[in-house]
């Protein structure tokens, strides 16, 4: 089981299971981490699911997710502040290291300025992670969310964000599920290691014959992703953290979740 505390799970990965429940079964099946989605604090509050999460003696490389900084209403761009805020005070409570962030985009908003709105929200929001001692992980997403959910698509925007705000709380979450793609992967991620902001590391695979666009990823080896490239470079960027396993899939949340952590397991041993 010794590479598999390589390997922290997302709750949203079994998101049937409680958060109790992900703590337990991920800790005993032998992964190393855990990274929390808020939905599973939600239900109990963040005293108690820090109470557990710390008791579970799993590291925890990030809590998901902030940001959604764009907007055309001023007071959305504040409500998206103060919701920030609390992202940052849930991690420090769970001792996470990170909030990961989906930056956010409005139909309507052009991109150039849907991403000053980022960089806006993000200089506002970094002397209160700093204070906390929470990074922040730009997350980019897939192009097919930048109408409407992400307006950074590769890890060039997230990098020229960072060179911007040039702050050591900021920082990168390489998902793999967004950028396998961009055919400047490599030099992007030798790039954020070496300006030390390639924060975190996100696994999982494109089914080649997708059937939604959001809830149908794959496991490991189930698609067309490199990921044993890509974390080859990861690392030769520096990169030491801990592969996340982010799983959306309608498919596989409807198995039993105890078989489907096995086989994420396996998959971990075998392509990650």
């Known amino acids: 089981m010794a590479e598999l505390k390589k390997c922290a799970v997302h709750t949203i990965t079994t998101k049937a299971w409680t958060l109790a429940e992900c703590c337990?079964?991920?800790a005993t099946a032998g992964f190393g981490g855990i990274c929390v989605w808020r939905n599973a604090i939600e239900p109990i509050g963040v005293e108690a699911a820090a109470k557990i999460v710390r008791a579970s003696g799993l590291a925890v490389p990030s809590l998901v997710r902030g940001g959604f900084f764009v907007a055309t209403d001023k007071g959305k761009r504040a409500a998206a502040a103060e919701e920030n805020r609390k992202c940052i005070d849930e991690a420090a409570a769970i001792g996470?290291?990170?909030?990961?962030?989906v930056v956010?985009?409005?139909p309507g908003v052009?991109?150039?300025e849907a991403r000053r709105h980022v960089a806006d929200g993000l200089a506002k929001l970094l002397p209160y992670a700093e204070k906390n001692k929470v990074k922040l992980a730009i997350e980019p997403l897939h192009p097919m969310y930048a109408g409407d959910r992400s307006c950074v698509n590769r890890?060039?925007?997230?990098?020229k964000l960072c060179e911007e705000l040039k702050n050591p709380w900021l920082g990168i979450a390489c998902d793999v599920y967004h950028?396998?793609?961009d055919p400047d992967l490599k030099q992007e991620i030798a790039l954020a290691g070496q300006q030390g902001t390639l924060f975190g590391f996100h696994v999982c695979d494109w089914r080649v014959n997708t059937r939604d666009l959001l809830n149908d990823r794959g496991l490991m080896g189930e698609g067309c992703i490199d990921i044993a490239t890509i974390r080859d470079w990861v690392?030769?960027?520096g990169f030491n953290g801990l592969n996340e396993v982010e799983i959306f899939s309608t498919e596989l949340w409807a198995t039993d979740q105890t078989e489907y952590l096995q086989r994420i397991a396996t998959a971990c041993r075998q392509h990650v």
């Open 24 to 26: 337990e079964r991920y």
């Open 96 to 101: 996470a290291e990170q909030v990961v962030l």
């Open 104 to 106: 956010g985009a409005e």
């Open 110 to 112: 052009p991109l150039p």
């Open 155 to 159: 890890m060039a925007e997230a990098r």
């Open 179 to 181: 950028v396998w793609w």
């Open 235 to 237: 690392e030769t960027a």
